[in-house]
Nanobody
Framework: QVQVVESGGGLAHNGGSLTLSCAAS????????IGWFRQAPGKEREFVAA????????YYADSVTGRFAVSRNNNNNTAYLQLNSLQPEDTGIYYC??????????????????WGQGTQVTVSS
């Protein structure tokens, strides 16, 4: 199995920034795609951003485009989500997701195989 661990959540004020990290470890069949989803209380988990196994392709939800940025390190096993210009609406638990091989359905929860435990992001007004 693949272990997924995310970290970096915390408290930020409106307009502030946070950086989230996601590390994928274990036996993988080549490179891994890494994505981010978030879930606010009483709401369904929604797609936030993702980066392909090579780092060439990046994907963003409309709600975060221009504010968030995904990247990954040289080993392609750790990804980062830079959250800028944070708004209270960004509050929620952020989950890291991993999929080996080709990306099939990047925007859907069902398109990802492994999930982290989540890290809380809270943005105050």
């Amino acid at each position: 199995q693949v272990q997924v661990v995310e970290s970096g959540g915390g408290l930020a004020h409106n307009g502030g920034s946070l950086t989230l990290s996601c590390a994928a470890s274990g036996r993988t069949s080549g490179g891994v795609n890494i994505g981010w989803f978030r879930q606010a209380p009483g709401k369904e988990r929604e797609f936030v951003a993702a980066i392909s196994q090579t780092g060439r392709n990046q994907y963003y939800a409309d709600s975060v485009t221009g504010r968030f940025a995904v990247s990954r390190n040289n080993n392609n096993n750790t990804a980062y989500l830079q959250l800028n210009s944070l708004q209270p609406e960004d509050t929620g638990i952020y989950y890291c997701a991993v999929k080996e091989g080709m990306i099939i359905a990047v925007y859907s929860r069902s398109g990802w195989t492994y999930w982290g435990q989540g890290t809380q992001v809270t943005v105050s007004s």
